[in-house]
């Protein structure tokens, strides 16, 4: 089974998931008051069809919900899967 992690770099204002030490993937964000947009989410080509996209969401969205700030889905990959997933929609306003 391959190992999955969700790392926070700050310095870059971005969030990286790695596959076997291998990054395949990143969401950038921008610091906007309390709230953290996320603006870009991305997954290298030749990995998107394995669902981590949703993986990389939502390591993100559970390491944020860790703290006090307020998500703002600007990425519209983040937005639809605050969408369909309801556990993660108080993280947008609270």
């Not at 596959?19 to 906007?32: K, P």
């Not at 870009?40 to 996209?53: A, C, F, N, R, Y």
Request: hydrophobic letters at 35%; glycine letters at 8%; a negative charge.
């Amino acid at each position: 089974m391959q190992s999955r992690e969700v790392r926070h770099e700050p310095d870059a204002s971005r969030y990286t998931l790695w596959v076997d030490d291998e990054q395949v993937g990143l969401a950038d964000y921008e610091l906007r008051g309390d709230a953290i947009a996320i603006t870009h989410t991305e997954i290298d080509p030749s990995k998107q069809h394995g669902g981590l996209g949703s993986v990389l969401v939502q390591g993100v969205l559970d390491q944020i919900a860790e703290g006090t700030q307020r998500v703002i889905p600007a990425c519209p990959f983040v937005a639809t899967y605050i969408d369909n997933h309801e556990e993660y929609q108080p993280l947008t306003t609270r």
